[in-house]
């Protein structure tokens, strides 16, 4: 086993230091784009409930920043880049580099899920728009989708989504909730993609930029956090700069698991303040179900696709974090100034100050005047709930 031995709790603590929601690693101001840079990718997502996901993952951290300055942080002057990375992400453009491995994949692979009737013919027409015409969406480009089911795209959104799976073109802006592509010769800058750093080096960037990220992780947490395999984690390792260390609990019936930690996480034991906050179910804290379970004894799923009638927790449950831990679940929604919490389940009463601050902090964020719970878990809660949401 490795010299150094942490405990389940120790590891805990570094974790929410990494991920920014134990005291202030952005400095005195917040800036959503530290944030991005930080944590190295935040995942996009289609649902938006309070808001989107990418907008969550900020807000969890800084607090009540606007909504406008999170859009512009990631959006204006090209300071960032969608791509594949956990899932569908904004990532920081400094990492441009190191999806090339990614890039050379599908450019292997030769096509996506949707094939083109004339791949060369169609990747042409798109690109001579573009190179004429400036950054557009796939509307613009002549419609994302057929006239059939909503997956049944066009040929021109087809060899966009192609021509940015390989890099050719990229997507550094969102519009309206569409992507809006340009030449990656254009919106990247030339020594950035003038890099072509070969597989092995890209897998050791990553790897390091996850454990600075998850400050202690096994090798299948590593993996998860920038969908890499565990075999290609494992070759990484050696060179990632990332310390072998041994944590207390994390093993098989409680037992020791190896592990692996950034030695900067290791310096100084985190302090400052703890963030009360509603987290985005894809926010990267969380985002790992296994890794979840393991590090905070909770089990959390996301239930939008779940059918209504078998929900346990609701729609788009946002798990609650106080104290260092995740101590329940909040399913929101919004009827015009009001925050609507359509079901609130608590770990114990002690958490109900908790939800209410979470709830009115989130409110104020998305210009809600006033907030009000549905159904609370267990019912005894409601009342002492409803006092403390008033009480402000």
Do not use: N
């Not at 899932?87 to 599908?106: D, H, K, M, T």
């Not at 799976?165 to 340009?182: A, I």
């Not at 104290?323 to 919004?334: E, H, I, K, N, S």
């Amino acid at each position: 086993m490795p010299e150094l031995t942490l405990t389940a709790d120790e590891a805990r603590r570094i974790f929410l230091h990494t991920q920014g929601l134990i005291g202030s690693p952005y400095g005195r101001r917040g800036d959503p784009r530290a944030v991005l840079r930080h944590l190295g990718a935040v995942q996009l997502d289609t649902i938006s409930v309070l808001a989107r996901s990418h907008e969550l993952v900020p807000y969890a951290r800084l607090g009540a920043v606007g909504r406008a300055t999170v859009e512009s942080a990631y959006w204006q002057h090209t300071h960032a880049f969608e791509y594949w990375s956990h899932a569908a992400c904004v990532l920081p453009l400094a990492s441009w580099p190191s999806y090339a491995f990614r890039r050379r994949a599908f450019v292997e692979r030769g096509h996506r899920w949707h094939k083109m009737a004339d791949k060369d013919r169609s990747c042409a027409e798109v690109l001579a728009r573009l190179r004429g015409e400036g950054p557009m969406t796939a509307t613009e480009l002549g419609g994302a989708k057929k006239d059939g089911p909503w997956w049944d795209w066009s040929e021109s959104k087809i060899a966009i989504e192609w021509l940015l799976d390989t890099g050719v073109v990229v997507c550094t802006e969102r519009r309206g909730w569409k992507r809006v592509y340009d030449l990656a010769e254009r919106a990247v800058p030339a020594g950035l993609l003038a890099q072509e750093l070969d597989d092995a080096t890209c897998l050791r960037e990553l790897t390091a930029r996850a454990g600075a990220a998850l400050g202690v992780a096994t090798v299948k947490d590593l993996a998860d956090y920038q969908r890499l395999t565990a075999t290609q984690v494992r070759s990484a390792l050696p060179g990632s700069g990332l310390v072998e260390v041994a944590v207390a609990g994390w093993g098989k019936d409680g037992g020791m698991a190896v592990a692996w930690a950034d030695p900067a996480a290791l310096v100084e034991r985190p302090r400052g303040r703890h963030r009360t906050t509603l987290l985005s179910p894809f926010d990267s804290l969380v985002w790992d179900r296994a890794r979840t379970e393991r590090v905070f004894g909770f089990t959390h799923r996301l239930e939008a696709y779940v059918p209504k009638d078998k929900r346990v927790h609701g729609y788009f449950a946002m798990p609650l974090l106080a104290g260092g831990r995740l101590v329940g679940r909040v399913d929101p929604a919004r009827e015009g100034r009001t925050l609507v919490a359509r079901q609130i389940s608590l770990a114990d009463a002690k958490h109900v100050p908790a939800a209410a601050k979470a709830l009115r902090e989130a409110a104020e964020w998305v210009g809600c005047t006033h907030v009000r719970a549905e159904r609370v878990s267990p019912g005894e809660l409601a009342p002492p709930l409803a006092a403390a949401l008033a009480a402000d």
